[in-house]
């Protein structure tokens, strides 16, 4: 198995994973069975270690590719993050005005998306 | 900045992919250097002067730099 193949089985488990483990505490935390908020704390955190996995292979992935790969990939996240800045922040100023509150899971889709366009336009440049 | 990496893989009778994996990158990045659109790093660039046995002043040219009048 080569190395690609390998970081992307391992990105593919580690994402599975944090599904289930998601959807799991979801359905534990509907289900009633779990009671005080320390124990129910404990059971929405279950996600997180295989969030974090998810996000080492990312960066294992990143490290992995090379230097125009590096860059294409920097691109995108500078639009990602620099998109998402501006657009949190105008939704702070109507939040002012009364607006609701902005959720995270708005703003993290948001920065996905953001970096989908970014990284299709960086290799754009350099096609 | 040009270079001579199309017409050296040429002659060599190599693909992009071929001189990809000598030279460690994707193909992409090998496309993107012929192209102009990306100059590689002083590490990578003597990869190339290597794989190719050429030194890098005969495989890249670098843009004429603005004289003092001109900036």
Do not use: C
């Amino acid at each position: 198995m080569t190395a690609t193949r390998r970081r992307t089985v391992a990105f593919g488990l580690a994402l599975l994973t944090y599904v289930l483990l998601l959807l799991g505490s979801l359905a534990i935390l509907s289900g009633g069975g779990v009671t005080g908020v320390m124990p129910r704390a404990l059971v929405a955190l279950l996600p997180v270690p295989a969030a974090v996995a998810v996000v080492a292979v990312s960066v294992d992935q990143f490290l992995a590719n090379d230097e125009l790969q590096q860059r294409i990939q920097l691109n995108a996240l500078v639009v990602a993050f620099l998109g998402t800045l501006v657009a949190t922040f105008s939704w702070g100023f109507l939040e002012g005005v009364g607006v609701e509150r902005l959720s995270g899971f708005v703003v993290f889709g948001m920065l996905i998306v953001l970096y989908v366009a970014g990284l299709a336009l960086a290799r754009r440049r350099y096609r | 900045m040009k270079n001579q990496l199309r017409v050296l893989r040429a002659e060599r009778r190599w693909s992009q992919e071929d001189l990809a994996h000598a030279l460690g990158v994707s193909r992409q990045t090998v496309n993107a250097i012929e192209t102009g659109r990306y100059d590689p790093s002083l590490p990578l660039a003597f990869r190339i002067a290597h794989v190719f046995a050429n030194p890098i002043e005969a495989i890249f040219e670098p843009e004429p730099l603005a004289t003092t009048n001109e900036r």
